[in-house]
Nanobody
Framework: QVQLVESGGGLVQPGGSLTLSCAAS????????MNWYRQAPGKQRELVAR???????NYADSVKGRFTISRDNAKNTVYLQMGSLKPEDTAVYYC????????WGQGTQVTVSS
């Protein structure tokens, strides 16, 4: 069965960095685009970054220049490198892919606070 498992969240000070990982199984990973979403308390889930199967990337305006999405097809893993973190980046971050239907990971908490 399809599984997406995120890791790498935690508490970080403003201005700090963090890298999230999402390991996929049950799919031919290299064939699919992958997404990172986030949901802050009281807010709707929003798309943060996307990487296509060919490696093209797109970012939400709020994270452009600070976040980088990448993938390692040999490891079936997608990454989200986050830098210059701000308190408003605090959210649960979710890995997502559409493999015939929409699949989500369990989410990983990122808290940016001093």
């Amino acid at each position: 069965q399809v599984q997406l498992v995120e890791s790498g969240g935690g508490l970080v000070q403003p201005g700090g960095s963090l890298t999230l990982s999402c390991a996929a199984s049950g799919i031919i990973f290299r064939q699919y685009a992958m997404n990172w979403y986030r949901q802050a308390p009281g807010k709707q889930r929003e798309l943060v970054a996307r990487i296509t199967n060919s490696g093209s990337t797109n970012y939400a305006d709020s994270v452009k220049g600070r976040f980088t999405i990448s993938r390692d097809n040999a490891k079936n893993t997608v990454y989200l490198q986050m830098g210059s973190l701000k308190p408003e980046d605090t959210a649960v971050y979710y890995c997502n892919g559409v493999f015939g239907m929409n699949y989500w990971g369990q989410g990983t908490q990122v808290t940016v606070s001093s």
